[in-house]
């Protein structure tokens, strides 16, 4: 495949990317399943990252409530860990299968400027924009049916028109790193998370509480 015909097919990727994130995050606050007709590996980690990132969204709201008792918060904490390791793996995956789609154009001179922000992490901060935006079209909603055009509703508005013009920016910015990538002007460089702290081989508050047990 030429860099031509390559561009164009990640160019295209991107936007069912945005428009998958999106589609998703509607259908789950509906309820309902959404597949993916033929969901490659890319999309399947696009959507496995973006379920993590809509469950932790609305477990951080729980945990704002005051209302909830300490073992509630507790719980949550628990679940909040376990949910960003799974995230985490999800766009590191992501970063693997852009760089095997990008393969035969990488360029290995260490003369080249790389990027410090890797696809994945590109494509989970996308999917953090697309719940952002949905909620604030949310909040829109709730107050132009409460007829509620006050302050809060010009600060809403104009958040979530910042909202969508970031959105469109970091995506013009990616498809722009990908051009970047292909046309050799820069190379990408992927450094893992390495969390430790749901290790209990590095976190010392995990291996000492084994050792006294």
């Not at 410090?116 to 909603?141: C, F, P, Q, V, W």
């Not at 302050?151 to 970031?166: G, T």
Request: proline residues 1%; glycine residues 2%; aromatic residues 8%.
């Amino acid at each position: 495949m030429g860099s031509a015909d390559l561009k164009e097919k990640l160019c295209i990727l991107v936007d069912k990317i945005v428009y998958t994130q999106a589609t998703l995050t509607r259908k789950w606050h509906k309820n309902i399943d959404f597949l993916v007709d033929n969901a490659d590996l890319v999309i399947q980690n696009v959507i496995n990252n973006h379920f993590m990132n809509f469950k932790l969204w609305h477990i951080e709201d729980v945990t704002r409530n005051l209302d909830i008792s300490d073992k509630h918060i507790a719980d949550c904490k628990r679940e909040i860990d376990f949910l960003n390791k799974q995230r985490t793996e999800f766009y590191e995956q992501i970063d693997d299968n852009f760089i095997l789609l990008l393969k035969d154009f990488i360029v290995n001179d260490s003369s080249i400027p790389f990027n410090t922000e890797s696809i994945g992490s590109i494509i989970d901060r996308l999917s953090i924009l697309s719940l952002k935006i949905y909620h604030m079209n949310a909040e829109k909603k709730r107050r132009t049916l409460a007829k509620s055009k006050d302050n809060d509703y010009k600060m809403i508005v104009d958040r979530l028109n910042k909202l969508n013009q970031q959105q469109k920016d970091l995506v013009s910015a990616f498809k722009n790193l990908i051009t970047e990538y292909i046309n050799g002007t820069k190379r990408p460089i992927v450094y893992k998370q390495l969390k430790m702290y749901n290790d209990k081989n590095l976190n010392p508050e995990l291996y000492n509480q084994n050792s006294n047990m």
